[in-house]
């Protein structure tokens, strides 16, 4: 063996040589992780050196606290740094090939409350080969172990170590310093993990986000009622009129919010093999007291569905980081739609087929303000009932009735249907359309699980009929957010019929459907730019309800003062004139501006400040909990303890409520249940006498 090689192999066996080893072997697995499994959008030079710099500092500084340990016991403190830092790495991989973004500490706090269903979809995700990021500490520790690699038992002199630790440090802010000057007020910003990982690394990432989450346990404790003028100041300048032609059209309405999980606006009239994928929804959609939005965006973040539900229900923005609903919806005051409502006379249930806990819907939806929420347990269970996260939408929208039907009207109910969830997997007997056919098995399933959600929503939709509940109910329909994430860019291209997508393309892929259906109103296709945020000031408009005074970021779509500048949760933002995603903006033929003019730099500018504003005030309302200091006019207080979803006790109030007020269907039906009316092809209940087949694919509306 050459002189030199014979050097280098025997430096292994010095602490310096193995710990130099670790380090490199942890650098090298790390950058080819950033390089296939995430999506850190690495432009130029510059950026592309600091991605190759950044795992160094943290890992030189970490596995570095090994040395300063005596004897054996460096070796091991070795390996397990090199595993925790791997572990992280690891979990950061599958989270990322699901959500497009990093763990938060947000979310591992939260897991608590969604554990019990995200292994469900860990075992989806996970690869055999994921386990090689663990090879080299594994290798490490065998050559360890077989003396392969000799352990030296000197200590490490103190010195050394500190001059290593320095080094660290010494290039960690070199890659701060680099990564500030590229990308100014990357840390107190926070639009998007991303940005934090391709600049300071993973490592560095774990830290902030821990600190992060202390932090907002802090917010809340300096926040003050001075917090609050701000805000007020803002809503002032921002808040939309109404629209006389709309107001009130809906008052006194029973009202219908019906959840539509991942469901994108592109399935809409969508074909495969030239059969709609989504006829029922896409009759509802066109049908002429159907106002309808075809430019209407998610923004939600990684709280997804909850954020959703926060937007819809709140017009308050989800957090950057984690769900809202489960780090604030316990604590935090809220003057959500079902408590206004509910102080309007309205009767509010919440509808969902999976447990109470999830997203921590069982305390926000108190501090909400609902009466009631069906979940899981109040759902008839059989094996073959349930399907990845709860129970089936076909099944959920039927024995969903014998609640419905007992709440005092005018009520708001919503229901949450699931079926259509990542990752899109159905029985076969529930199957009646193909699957597409990218080849991406992530995908081809969804329009198979979304044709199933349209006919569950037909069946609802003619039971409603049937029931009478069609002509005095407004009924809302909106997508939640993305069923297909950005990772899987060549399905898209080819689900929307192109070569190849854009950034632009995926960010216009983010449009959800979101329809509001009454009697009389004039309906019709509504082009105007808006998102989740704006669907309450909305439907207040139709229900009569005046939004001023009211702590809402969205303003109402019909009115002529709405701002069409749509914000994406890490600010990045859409509207009709200009589209910014990252650092670049696209007019609205998705064409990059290369050379702006200033005029042109001014308005992006303008629409930057306003998407900022809005987002970074919202979250201080929550993030300080800032509604405990402004309670609307004619508003009270909602005080959590007044409510219990609890069975027994549900079952026995809503049969009270029976007699004290006659106004449910089942009281109007003198006692007599309606659940005979509804109609369901679902497989799993063949047996029972109430179902037959049929009404899968009955028209929705005339
Ligand atoms: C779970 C369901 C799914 O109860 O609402 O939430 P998501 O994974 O879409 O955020
Ligand atoms: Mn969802």
Redesign the pocket.
Known sequence: MPKFIKSTVGKVNTTLGFYTLTVVLFWLKTYIAYKTEFTLGVKGAVQQFILILNPFPTAIVLLGIALYFRGRLKYWLLMIIDALQTTWLFANILYYREFSDFMSAGVIKSSGAASN?LGTSLAQIIHATDFLVYADVVLLILLLAFKVIRIDPRPFKLRYAATLTMIGVALFAVDLGMSEHDRSDLLTRTFDNNYIVKYLGLNTYAGYSFYQTEKESATRAQASSSDMKSVLAYLKKNQAGDNVKYFGKAKGKNVFVIHL??FQQFLIDYKVDGKEVTPNLNKFYHNKNTLSFDNFYHQVAQG???DAEMMMENSLFGLPTGSAMTQYGTSNTFQAAPAILSQKGYTTAAF?G?VAS??NRDNAYKSWGYNYFFYSAYYKEKSDYNIG?GLKDKIFFKDSVKYLEQLPQPFYAKL?T?TN?YPYTLDKQNQSIDKTTTGDSTVDGYVQTAHYLDQAFAEFLTYLKKAGLYKNSMIVLYG?HYGISNNHRAAIAQLLGKKSVTTYDLAQFQKVPFMIHAPGIKGGVNHTYGGEIDALPTMFDLLGIKNKGYIQFGTDLLSKDHNQTVAFRNGDFVSPTYTKIGSTVYNSKGEKLENMTAAQKKTVKQMQNHVTTELSLSDRVIQGDLLRFYTPKGFKKVNKSDYSYKLTKTLKSLKEIQEEKKTSVLSKNKGKSTEDLYKTDAPELSSSSSSSSSSSSSSSSK
Do not use: G
């Open positions: 269903n999980e991942s997804k569905t909850s969902h999976d999830f997203w996260y949450i699931l969830h939640d």
